[in-house]
């Protein structure tokens, strides 16, 4: 398997410019989370997303930031208007749940290094 | 709510000493736990895991750690570091009661000297 596939790996943009990050997860997998990461928050994650919809998003920033799973191989976060602030990486993984044990492995991608200027 | 503290912001070790990072959590079920490693630029890659069974568990490139639950810790060890072992160390929690989240903890940077 390619493992779990992130787009783009780079993205600069401008302020108030929107900003579309991209997931495929692990063939099979029906766990996929969005995380970001920053020097001064650490590993923060933002939503995570069961069979396709979403179970958790109470890390999610604020308005500004969404996140969709149209379909069991694809998820997009969006953030409209972007903001300095958000500049950060922004990983996605995926995980299989399995019967009798909830929590299987999480699966990283190589992330996408956001800067908002 | 569940949290992880690795106490040990930067560590510096000789190539071929031995490493240990500490790593102590607080959950109130039973824990699964979990250590990743970043080397620069990429994601995150699982060392090892920890759900049920013997308390020493083995990982890869020849990472193991202990959980002992009376301390509520799960520290990764390694016999002998290779120059490749730097990069950054992330201790993670999660469990039934969390659904499927994990909690990290905020690394460990491990330098390694020649």
């Known amino acids: 398997d390619a493992g779990v596939i992130q787009s783009p790996r780079h993205e600069v943009t401008e302020m108030g410019q929107e900003v579309t990050l991209r997931c495929k997860p692990i063939s099979g997998h029906d766990y996929l989370f969005w995380y970001r990461q920053t020097m001064m928050r650490g590993l923060e994650l933002l939503i995570y997303?069961?069979?396709?919809?979403?179970?958790?998003d109470s890390g999610m920033p604020e308005d500004r930031f969404s996140a969709k799973m149209p379909n069991a191989s694809f998820s997009t976060l969006k953030i409209q208007p972007s903001e300095p602030r958000d500049s950060a990486v922004y990983f996605c993984?995926?995980?299989?749940?399995?019967?009798?044990?909830?929590?299987?492995?999480?699966?990283f991608g190589p992330g996408t290094r956001l800067l908002v200027l | 709510a569940q949290s992880v503290t690795q106490p040990d912001i930067h560590i510096t070790v000789s190539e071929g000493a031995s490493l240990e990072l500490r790593c102590n959590y607080s959950y109130g079920a039973t824990p699964y736990l979990f250590w990743y490693v970043q080397s620069p630029g990429q994601g995150l890659q699982l060392l090892l895991k920890?759900?049920?069974?013997?308390?020493l568990v083995q990982g890869i490139k020849g990472f193991e750690a202990e959980f002992k639950r009376s301390q509520s810790s799960f520290n990764l060890r390694k016999p002998s570091v290779h120059w490749s072992d730097a990069a950054e160390y992330f201790c993670a929690v999660g469990g039934r009661a969390a659904g499927n989240k994990l909690t990290f903890g905020g690394g460990t940077r491990v330098l390694v000297k020649p």
């Open positions: 997303f069961n069979n396709n919809v979403p179970i958790d």
């Open positions: 920890y759900f049920s069974g013997d308390t």
């Open positions: 993984a995926s995980s299989l749940s399995l019967a009798g044990v909830h929590q299987e492995t999480q699966y």
